[in-house]
């Protein structure tokens, strides 16, 4: 029998979020129309149509809007948690249903292409979620997408748990955990997925205070939703802990000029149902050339 993930995040409460950030999510968007564009980018890169796409997690419908403007694409569906960023959606014209948990009810082999645009990290079953994704491709359709990945905010998180250690003796987690790329490379090939490729690049925005940044992940819908427990009860964090973080924050991670560096790891995925006419990963042991050979050739050639 195949082990219930953790619940570390309350969807509950990530909906309340996303709900209260789409009443103002244009000031804050940045993120997502960067990497809505470089969604596009890469799937220029793929030279294929896609009749029917999903965007899973469209938040206001930024990226499914670009999509549906492409050539390379048909017509575009979503799904979304937050009724708020369903309603932003549906007034770009993009149409939207509700997602609810995270048994995600999507149509199986109906997709040729599936994207997600920093949507999954808020997902308890991460490897679930890439099957159920994966189920919803045709053969060989493809899933393109993006996630927060491990080292995203390490300045905050750094700087949080330092000042809570020192203001209150201990210390509990204020920034969600996030999987590394080793982690998601291994998840896609889990979930079945052929061909995957994992790469992360890393987006850093300067502030002049950090609660400027406590502030935009407000307004994005991505501070922390825990899920509770209460053998580690989270505390609210106190003016003593903030103000401590702050000084920490900018003794360790400012610029000559003042201003202070927020790290975003945006780790790209992608990946192809699998097909019978799909390019094969050659047997080990069938090259007809060993990498020995090629390397003692590589070093006589060069040798004078």
Not at 248 to 274: C, H, K, Q
Request: hydrophobic share 40%; aromatic share 6%.
């Amino acid at each position: 029998m195949t082990p219930t993930p953790p619940k570390l995040f309350d969807s509950a409460q990530l909906q309340m979020h996303r709900d209260r950030a789409a009443k103002t999510y244009g000031e804050y968007d940045f993120l997502k129309r960067r990497e809505s564009s470089q969604l596009i980018e890469r799937l220029e890169d793929v030279s294929r149509t896609f009749s029917t796409v999903l965007d899973f997690g469209t938040h206001d419908g930024t990226a499914a809007e670009m999509l549906a403007q492409h050539d390379q694409v048909g017509s575009v569906e979503a799904v979304e948690l937050s009724d708020g960023f369903r309603q932003l959606a549906e007034a770009r014209g993009v149409s939207v249903r509700s997602l609810q948990g995270e048994a995600f009810d999507l149509p199986a082999e109906r997709y040729d292409l599936v994207t997600s645009i920093l949507a999954l990290h808020w997902v308890n079953d991460l490897p679930g979620a890439l099957i159920q994704i994966k189920q919803a491709l045709k053969p060989d359709g493809l899933f393109l997408g993006c996630l927060f990945g491990a080292g995203t905010l390490n300045e905050l998180r750094t700087s949080l748990l330092e000042a809570e250690a020192e203001v209150t003796g201990g210390a509990t987690p204020r920034v969600s955990p996030l999987p590394g790329l080793q982690d998601m490379a291994g998840l896609l090939q889990r979930a079945g997925f052929a061909l995957p490729v994992v790469d992360v690049a890393p987006v850093t925005v300067r502030y002049g205070d950090p609660f400027k940044l406590l502030a935009d992940l407000k307004g994005m819908g991505e501070q922390a939703a825990f899920a509770p427990n209460e053998k580690a009860p989270r505390r609210p964090l106190s003016p003593r802990i903030l103000a401590r973080m702050a000084q920490i924050y900018a003794e360790r991670f400012s610029d000559p000029d003042g201003r202070m560096r927020a790290t975003f790891n945006v780790v790209w995925l992608s990946g192809w149902a699998p097909d019978a006419n799909q390019p094969k990963p050659l047997r080990p042991g069938s090259a007809k050339h060993s990498l020995a050979d090629a390397v003692r050739k590589a070093g006589e050639s060069n040798d004078k």
